[in-house]
């Protein structure tokens, strides 16, 4: 059955484009007037030209990146009090989710088309995600440990990184990397669904360099009821509850040696419907990670060594258990020459799953290979200079269970005018099977052991304008995936099962711009995707759950004692079955968020979402077995937090 439903993609284009023209039509008006005193320090800013490490291993300026960048800084971070990272990303250029409920319920996220196995997620440098299903758990980390976010679009971060970063590179960093001062705070929040947190931070420094952050806090919820027309014990509300800690730690041991150490831990317990509408079904999650390094700066050469472990447990109390660990050691060095620099370092990385089978009835859940060892080295040069700038990568990784995999990826991008830069750049990448692909027979899974590496090459072109008021970027995207692994229902077994899809085409271009004028910030963003198969039965049709249209139009104002933002965020139409046949509805979200400094050391943050209560959900099957997962309607958060400093 074919379902036709009217879309507003055309409304969402000329509201993007009428609203953007309008503001750069008043740009050299609203520049020129008198600008009201505000304290900097608190309001938030469009930072036009920040430091990143994420897209080259080594600080950048923004503006010198030349595969698109995004950076989440603490104070966007602030209007998200009470989210998780998955809220945050949603929200970002390209991004789309799909999520089993509310908060804390299994989800998955796209960027540019691809899904979050081929996204790599590092924390402070250490790899994260489940080696089993092979995706990160973002729903569970808490945006109030956690003090920036860098995402890295496309496939260069595959030459610096490795595996996994075909689709790009989220790195999150742990709260209090930016000391500056002695203070202490605490946080207490409430919202709609019986929602609180309460949290505390304390963060030192001292004179001689030395940094130390400490952070707890609890975030729970009563949730909404995850799946829609429900009888019995499914018919309840879904919690979610976590306890939530990070470290970040430095101190110099001479002046050319300092050393460090962070820490993300949280402790979850998520509420589900189960199919048995067996009462009280929930899982328990442990996740996050660890790290320590040292480095030694000195003239033109700086040496990093560090070391981490990360780790994502999960405890189905009506399933199996599962237990993730990576761990990996990295040696970085960086030479500045008298012409850009030069990197080149070594890594080493295990890979382990261990499985509690709690449910030998539906299957045999074992792993026939339940760890690898990846070995690798990488060099890179990247240049800088007033006209142009230009990166190049390459990466050898030797994988103890598949073919050893060479990346590279080129980049140049060329200032046409001291504000606008033309670019373009290439990378190839690719990504190992998970172990659940390959091993694990359940009930409705069949395993695949004769999946292959997925393989990717990648073109990305942009032009880009940046001055003192804003930063506008217009980016074309293309990737051609060959042995995309995607689950199939095979009629012959009656389960689905993971196999290789010859080819696939994902490409799209993307469109964002924000801007600041005396007290107002605002912009937009709008990205356009197709995700094709390019082979097999379903050959010209779109991969499931990849929306081909997302934006978001926001604006803001900043005062003295206060600031506010309203925005509008737009989901296309999602195909939900392989052929196309059905799709969920396509929907807008209103939200409006801010921040009231009542005195220098208390701050009032609050949020309203989904203004105009939405009815509208994100994961959706038609058929015989058809089923709807709920997503929030009109819901509020605030909170106090008070600073002593």
């Known amino acids: 059955m074919t379902f036709s439903r009217s879309s507003s993609t055309t409304y969402l284009r000329l509201s993007v484009l009428s609203a953007l023209g309008l503001f750069a039509v008043n740009t050299t008006m609203a520049a020129t007037s008198e600008n009201t005193s505000i304290n900097e320090s608190n309001l938030p800013q469009v930072e036009l030209d920040e430091i990143v490490v994420t897209a080259t291993r080594t ?30 990303l949603k929200r970002q250029p390209g991004f789309s989710i799909k999520q089993d409920g509310g908060m804390g319920s299994s989800s998955n996220f796209y960027l540019r088309g691809y899904d979050s196995k081929r996204v790599l997620i590092l924390i402070d440098g250490v790899r994260y995600g489940s080696m089993s299903a092979g995706q990160p758990a973002l729903a569970l980390l808490p945006t109030d440990q956690i003090d920036r976010i860098e995402i890295l679009y496309g496939a260069s971060g595959s030459s610096i990184y490795g595996s996994d970063a075909m689709g790009g590179v989220i790195q999150v960093f742990t709260k209090g990397s930016n000391v500056e001062q002695t203070n202490f705070s605490v946080t207490a929040g409430v919202g709609s669904n019986d929602h609180y947190l309460y949290g505390a931070d304390a963060q030192f420094a001292n004179a001689q360099g030395a940094k130390l952050s400490l952070s707890a806090s609890r975030n729970q919820t009563d949730g909404i009821s995850a799946l829609a027309y429900q009888i019995g014990n499914n018919k309840d509300d879904d919690g979610f509850k976590s306890n939530n800690f990070s470290l970040n730690a430095s101190m110099p041991l001479t002046e050319n040696i300092s050393i460090g150490a962070t820490g993300l831990f949280a402790q979850s317990t998520t509420e589900f419907d189960n199919y048995t509408n067996e009462p009280n079904a929930e899982i328990d999650q442990e996740n996050g990670a660890i790290s320590a390094f040292s480095q030694y ?68 859940d074992t792993y026939k290979i339940n760890d690898r060892t990846i070995k690798s080295g990488f060099v890179g040069y990247q240049l800088n200079e007033d006209a142009y700038d230009f990166q190049a990568n390459v990466r050898y990784d030797d994988n103890s269970q598949f073919d050893n995999e060479t990346t590279y ?31 694990v027979e359940s009930f409705y899974y069949a395993p695949n052991e004769d999946l292959e590496v997925e393989e990717s090459k990648n073109l990305e072109v942009f032009i880009e304008s940046n001055d003192t008021l804003q930063t506008t970027r217009l980016t074309g995207f293309h990737s051609r995936v060959d042995n995309l692994i995607n689950n199939t229902y095979d009629p012959l077994i009656g389960k ?45 049709k779109q ?103």
């Open 496 to 540: 689905y099962q993971a196999v290789n899809i010859d080819a696939a085409e994902l490409s799209g271009y993307s469109f964002t711009s924000d801007w600041q004028l005396n007290n107002f910030l605002f912009g937009g963003q709008y990205t356009r995707t197709s995700a094709e198969e390019r082979s097999g039965v379903n050959k010209g």
């Open 59 to 88: 600080p950048t300026k923004i503006s010198n990146v030349i595969a698109q960048t995004r950076v989440v800084d603490s104070q966007e971070l602030r209007r998200y009090q009470g989210q998780t990272v998955l809220e945050v």
């Open 409 to 439: 990826s080129l980049g140049y991008a060329v200032k046409l005018a001291p504000s606008l830069r033309l670019g373009t750049s290439f990378a190839t990448g690719y990504r190992a099977p998970s172990l659940n692909d390959l091993y």
């Open 543 to 645: 991969l499931v759950y990849r929306p081909e249209h997302t934006g978001l139009i926001y604006v803001g104002y900043q005062a003295l004692d206060f600031d506010v933002r309203a925005e509008a965020e737009y989901v296309g139409k999602t195909y939900n079955v392989a052929d196309n046949s059905t799709f969920i509805d396509d929907y807008t979200l209103f939200n409006i968020s801010g921040n009231y400094y009542i005195n220098p050391n208390l701050t009032l943050t609050s949020r309203i979402e989904n203004l105009t209560n939405q009815d509208y959900t994100t994961n959706e099957s038609f058929g015989d077995f058809g089923e709807r997962y709920n997503q929030d309607g009109t819901n509020f958060f605030t909170s106090l937090t008070y600073n002593w400093y």
């Open 297 to 364: 700066e000195k003239d033109n050469l700086t040496l990093r060594l560090s070391a981490g472990e990360s780790l994502d447990n999960l405890d189905n109390k009506v399933g199996d258990e599962f237990e993730t660990k990576q761990r990996q050691a990295n040696l970085l060095s960086i030479y500045r020459l008298p012409a850009g620099q030069l990197q080149a370092g070594a890594e080493w990385l295990k890979q382990k799953v261990d499985i509690t089978d709690n449910t030998p009835d539906n299957g045999n």
